[in-house]
C-alpha cells in the first residue's frame, strides 16, 4: 500500500514554543491531506482538510491561528503548533487519500511541558 | 449522543478465538463503512471497508454491516496474538473521496493471549 510518512514521531517541548509536524505522502501525490488529533482512549478528531495550493479547512472548534496548516507541494504537509501549552499535549495524526482510501501517517506524540 | 459509538473494551481473549467487534450508529445517511487497525503508537491502517448491508470477507476478517439496525461488526477467526490492536470503526455519508472526514469510533482495544 501507499506510505505516508510523519515527523517527528515524538517531541517534547517547552510552554510557549511552536511545534511543526510534517507529513508526506511518500510514493504518491496527495493534494488533500488530513490532519486529526487523538487524545488516550478516544477516537481520531478531526482537525483541519489540508489542500494543496490553497487554504486549509480548518473543523468547527479547532483554531486556525493556533494550528498552522500549509501543504507547500503534493506530498508534503505541515503542522505547526504554535505557542504551545500543556493541554495541545496528544497524538497528532496525518493522513492522505488516493483513490479513496486513506493512509494514515505513524503519528506525533506531542508532550508539552 | 455520539454518532458512533464503540465499546471501548479492553477485550481480551485467548489465541484461536473468534472476536466480534462492534459499532453502532444513528446517522441514516452513512453509507461507506470502515474498520481500521491501530496498534499501540501507530497510526491506524484500513482492514475492511463495504457500502452495503450484508457480509464481506477478507481471509481471517469478516465486516457485517446491518443498515435497518444501523449496526456493524467486525470479526476476526482464528484470532492470533499479532492481532492484539485497537480497532476502530469509521463511517461517511459522503463519497469516499472524502474519506479523510469518516467519523469514528472510540476504538476497541483487543488483547489476544498465547
Known amino acids: 500500500g501507499a506510505v505516508v510518512s510523519q515527523h517527528p514521531s515524538w517531541v517534547i517541548c517547552k510552554s510557549g514554543t511552536s511545534v511543526k509536524i510534517e507529513c508526506r505522502s511518500l510514493d504518491f501525490q496527495a493534494t488533500t491531506m488530513f490532519w486529526y488529533r487523538q487524545f488516550p482512549k478516544q477516537s481520531l478528531m478531526l482537525m483541519a482538510t489540508s489542500n494543496e495550493g490553497s487554504k486549509a479547512t480548518y473543523e468547527q472548534g479547532v483554531e486556525k491561528d493556533k494550528f498552522l496548516i500549509n501543504h507547500a507541494s503534493l506530498t508534503l504537509s505541515t503542522l505547526t503548533v504554535t505557542s504551545a501549552h500543556p493541554e495541545d499535549s496528544s497524538f497528532y495524526i496525518c493522513?492522505?487519500?488516493?483513490?479513496?482510501?486513506?493512509?494514515f501517517g505513524e503519528g506525533s506524540r506531542l508532550t508539552v511541558l | 449522543q455520539k454518532e458512533v459509538e464503540q465499546d471501548p473494551g479492553p477485550l481480551s481473549v485467548p489465541e484461536g478465538a473468534i472476536v466480534s467487534l462492534n459499532c453502532t450508529y444513528s446517522n441514516s445517511a452513512f453509507q461507506y463503512f470502515m474498520w481500521y487497525r491501530q496498534y499501540s503508537r501507530k497510526g491506524p491502517e484500513l482492514l475492511m471497508y463495504?457500502?452495503?448491508?450484508g457480509n464481506k470477507e477478507d481471509g481471517r476478517f469478516t465486516a457485517q454491516v446491518d443498515k435497518s439496525s444501523k449496526y456493524i461488526s467486525l470479526f476476526i477467526r482464528d484470532s492470533q496474538p499479532s492481532d492484539s490492536a485497537t480497532y476502530l470503526c469509521a463511517m461517511s455519508a459522503i463519497s469516499n473521496t472524502n474519506a479523510g472526514k469518516s467519523t469514528f469510533g472510540d476504538g476497541t482495544t483487543l488483547t489476544v493471549k498465547p
Open positions: 493522513s492522505a487519500e488516493l483513490i479513496g482510501e486513506l493512509f
Open positions: 463495504t457500502y452495503s448491508s
